[in-house]
């Protein structure tokens, strides 16, 4: 069964510093990988997502997210953090032959930007 | 304006009291799916249906119950809530259970159970 670990629970970022937030997976075979941001008393809203094709995957709000294979890992990554960035990310992985069936989501890391 | 709506958006009840969780969306979606949200746990899937009529069960389904009749909506019944059900309750769709798409989420409902 595939698993997901989300090393950080807060991670502190100045505004305008980069962004990294790590996300490690556990599967098999090749896996659908997410990232979703959950701003505060709102849903869940889909950041980007990787199926297949090229490793390094654009999404929206200027994010981008690189596929690891060999490091099992999908770390989300910003250049320049506004302070509307402050919310809740979860990383989430798929298996190919369950789709959303079965999408598991990492205990998330709480974004906080600092002035 | 494509979304999953879901009400009540906070509901506080006492042990036992049946209550009913809706979940509707307007996409057409085959797909719809209902996770718990738990400090330091993350999501977690209770059930999901692959279509009208078709359910399964998730990673928690214990004092759950689903139904699908009609496309748009899928119902979260707690037949006898218990306090250990408290918590932030989120409805997804998504066109296919295997689609490229992405999952969309309802706003969620905050259940308390005294």
């Known amino acids: 069964a595939q698993s997901v670990t989300q090393p950080d629970i807060h991670i502190t970022v100045s505004e305008g510093a980069s962004l990294e937030l790590r996300c490690n997976y556990s599967y098999g075979a090749t896996p659908y990988l997410f990232w979703y941001v959950q701003s505060p008393g709102q849903g869940l809203q889909l950041l980007l997502k990787y199926f297949s094709g090229d490793t390094l995957v654009q999404g929206i709000k200027g994010f981008e997210a690189e596929f690891k294979r060999s490091q099992s890992s999908f770390n989300l990554r910003k250049p320049s953090v506004h302070w509307s960035d402050a919310a809740e990310y979860f990383c989430?992985?798929?298996?190919?032959?369950?789709?959303?069936?079965?999408?598991?989501f990492g205990t998330g890391t709480r974004l906080l930007v600092s002035p | 304006e494509a979304q999953v709506t879901q009400n009540p958006r906070y509901l506080i009840t006492v042990t036992g009291k049946k209550l009913t969780v809706t979940c509707s969306q307007n996409m057409n979606h085959e797909y719809m799916s209902w996770y718990r949200q738990d400090p330091g746990l993350g999501l977690r899937q209770i059930y999901y249906?692959?279509?009208?009529?078709?359910?399964d069960k998730g990673d928690v389904p214990e004092g759950y119950k689903v139904s699908r009749k009609e496309k748009r909506n899928f119902p979260l019944i707690l037949e006898s809530p218990s306090p250990n059900q408290t918590s932030l309750y989120f409805c997804a769709s998504s066109l296919r259970w295997d689609s490229s798409d992405e999952q969309y989420f309802g706003p969620g409902t905050r259940l308390t159970v005294t």
């Open positions: 989430a992985v798929g298996a190919w032959n369950t789709g959303f069936q079965k999408l598991v």
């Open positions: 249906s692959m279509n009208v009529e078709v359910t």
